[in-house]
């Protein structure tokens, strides 16, 4: 069932004859509109309007560099920062109010949440019926006073099976926006991080829903996007941009085991404004 006011953007570069996104979302039963955004200084711009037609909504990058604070005085734009932002006034023109961001590179969706509100061993890939599931968290995003809510990633459910799994204060990966409430993404590299930490820490609400995860490609396996880019910085300069933007509450740790990397480690208490509960009200 096709949500008129509602539409799914790709957010890609330099695969035009590999935007896995589109493929798994029409696997997976989703009928509603779908747009692919690309920038004026892709070289491959004219196979994506061979490939995609009237689905190709282009951008001016330059343009909407000048919009925002991107965290460094670079000119290297090889970053997905600009399609976040250039989103919502291609929504306006599009006379959409709602849409989710997706990356270019998802193989496939799962239910990871049962009906006990736990995670099991087995998960459920997601074959038919995408609309409605993304109707589904339409209405709980429009009942909601959020930025942006997001699925789940693998990472989420690191932790294990069989216990309770709650909603998450960080968004990244995917975003369900609405031109209703608008907001930037900041920072060149990093850019989804530094703006839930932010954007939070002035009382803005960015969630995941843990109910359903998406799968993608490993960010240096698949070439093209921003894959370039962290084969020449890697994690090290992609988590700094966060302790930049908030160094009271990010630091830097170390992640992994027999492969360590640098990753940033949030501080929740001390990031978000914490809202207390009514019992502990002063009684006049």
């Not at 343009?63 to 919502?88: K, L, M, P």
């Not at 216990?163 to 409430?181: A, E, P």
Request: aromatic letters at 14%.
């Amino acid at each position: 069932m096709e949500n008129k006011d509602f539409a799914v953007f790709i957010l890609t570069h330099g695969r035009p004859d590999n935007v896995i996104t589109y493929k798994t979302l029409l696997k997976a039963g989703y009928t509603g509109k779908i747009y692919i955004i690309i920038d004026n200084e892709d070289e491959t711009a004219n196979k994506y309007y061979e490939n995609f037609g009237d689905k190709v909504i282009m951008f001016d990058k330059k343009a909407i560099s000048d919009t925002f604070d991107e965290g460094d005085n670079f000119e290297d734009r090889r970053t997905i920062v600009y399609a976040r932002n250039a989103c919502f006034g291609i929504a306006e023109k599009l006379d959409i109010t709602y849409f989710i961001q997706l990356d270019d590179d998802y193989t496939k969706f799962d239910f990871r949440i049962n009906e006990n509100k736990q995670i099991p061993e087995d998960h459920w890939i997601i074959k038919s019926r995408l609309d409605y599931i993304f109707n589904l968290y339409l209405e709980y995003y429009k009942s909601i006073n959020a930025k942006s809510i997001a699925f789940a990633q693998g990472g989420d459910f690191i932790s294990g099976h069989n216990i309770d799994y709650k909603i998450k204060r960080k968004c990244m990966n995917s975003f369900f926006c609405s031109t209703d409430r608008p907001f930037n993404f900041i920072g060149r590299i990093n850019e989804d991080v530094n703006t839930y930490t932010f954007c939070g820490s002035l009382g803005n609400l960015f969630f995941t829903i843990p109910c359903v995860k998406l799968d993608q490609k490993q960010t240096q396996s698949n070439s093209g996007g921003m894959t370039d880019l962290y084969l020449d910085s890697g994690t090290y300069i992609k988590s700094f941009y966060t302790i930049m933007y908030q160094p009271s509450s990010v630091k830097i740790r170390l992640m992994g085991t027999s492969h360590k990397r640098l990753h940033h480690s949030i501080s929740w208490k001390n990031t978000v404004p914490v809202i207390l509960d009514e019992t502990y009200k002063k009684i006049q």
